[in-house]
């Protein structure tokens, strides 16, 4: 492929990427790292074909290095996040607001580090990065009705887990 492609693809998916993976691991440097492995190994393996889907290639590639990343770390990894530093705060809210708003991210942060990987991969991609259903087959190698269905499946889990979660701190 040619470079300048690789350049546009890069300005156009960096910042995504970033946020998919810092979310899902919780810390910049890491997610940066990534990111740069991400495109990396994009440009040694993209083909001419891959043009087409070159984001859901790139999800998949950052998933994939995700999972190897968790399986070394995952002793020593601590997955709180702080989103705080994402959401920037609006100076006409109260005090009040912006407090129910923090408390709001934390519990959510909590119910999504209960959630298995695979419906917190496909709940972000999908919620907050906006794939296609058709970029989510491409990214985590399974059919259109599987998809449908672990999509499905994570949003009751993140339901009930959120139900549960507001219960105990009430």
Same mark, same amino acid.
């Given at each position: 492929?040619?470079s300048d492609l690789y350049a546009e693809l890069f300005k156009q998916y960096q910042s995504?990427?970033?946020?998919?993976?810092y979310r899902m691991c919780g810390s910049q440097e890491t997610a940066e790292e990534l990111?740069?492995?991400?495109?990396?190994?994009?440009?040694?393996?993209?083909?001419?074909?891959?043009?087409?889907?070159?984001?859901?290639?790139?999800?998949?590639?950052?998933?994939?290095?995700?999972?190897?990343?968790?399986?070394?770390?995952?002793?020593?990894?601590?997955?709180?996040? #702080? *989103?705080? +530093?994402?959401?920037?705060? %609006?100076?006409?809210?109260?005090?009040?607001?912006?407090?129910? @708003? !923090?408390? /709001?991210?934390?519990?959510?942060?909590?119910?999504?580090?209960?959630?298995?990987?695979?419906?917190?991969?496909?709940?972000?991609?999908?919620?907050?990065?906006?794939?296609?259903?058709? #970029? *989510?087959? +491409?990214?985590?190698?399974? %059919?259109?009705?599987?998809?449908?269905?672990?999509?499905?499946? @994570? !949003?009751? /889990?993140?339901?009930?887990?959120?139900?549960?979660?507001?219960?105990?701190?009430?």
């Amino acid at each position: 492929m040619r470079s300048d492609l690789y350049a546009e693809l890069f300005k156009q998916y960096q910042s995504s990427l970033h946020l998919y993976l810092y979310r899902m691991c919780g810390s910049q440097e890491t997610a940066e790292e990534l990111v740069q492995e991400t495109f990396y190994r994009a440009m040694v393996s993209m083909k001419t074909e891959h043009a087409d889907y070159a984001r859901a290639w790139l999800y998949k590639i950052a998933r994939h290095l995700f999972i190897d990343w968790y399986r070394k770390n995952r002793g020593e990894m601590e997955m709180s996040r #702080e *989103l705080e +530093k994402q959401s920037v705060e %609006n100076t006409y809210r109260t005090p009040e607001e912006v407090l129910a @708003a !923090r408390e /709001r991210v934390k519990l959510i942060q909590q119910v999504m580090k209960k959630l298995p990987e695979q419906y917190r991969t496909v709940l972000l991609l999908r919620e907050m990065n906006e794939l296609s259903y058709k #970029e *989510l087959c +491409k990214v985590l190698d399974m %059919n259109m009705s599987q998809v449908k269905v672990t999509l499905f499946r @994570a !949003r009751a /889990r993140f339901k009930e887990e959120m139900l549960q979660m507001k219960g105990e701190n009430e």
